[in-house]
């Protein structure tokens, strides 16, 4: 008994994120969330953006998500230009899946 209590409290080995495994963990899981999406019906999915409103809405009203508006200048530019990063890759992403 004891050692199954011992082997829960030990944290799990994180992976970097730039490693080989890391990204292939990420695929499996973003395919399983994609594939659970994609079975859902237009009611339930209905139920699940209102789920996830509320979840936000609750985690701005304790401050734990900072809205721009609360932002600093410096914090402001360093959002802004990881929205730009953001999007770049989002946008060359799409383009070389065009292609095919």
């Known amino acids: 008994m ?4 011992e082997d ?3 944290s799990k080995k994180r992976l970097k994120q730039d490693s080989i495994v890391y990204k292939k963990y990420r695929e499996k899981a973003n395919a399983r969330k994609r594939k659970f999406l994609d079975k859902m019906t237009p009611e339930q999915r209905k139920m ?3 789920k996830d409103r509320e979840y936000y809405q609750r985690k701005k009203a304790e401050n734990k998500v900072k809205t ?4 600093t200048e410096r914090q402001k530019r360093k959002q802004r ?5 953001n999007s770049q890759k ?3 992403k799409k383009r070389c899946w065009q292609i095919f």
């Open 8 to 10: 829960k409290k030990k």
């Open 2 to 5: 004891e050692n199954k209590n």
């Open 81 to 85: 230009k990881s929205w730009r990063k």
């Open 90 to 92: 989002y946008r060359h």
């Open 68 to 71: 721009v508006s609360d932002m």
């Open 48 to 50: 699940k953006r209102l």
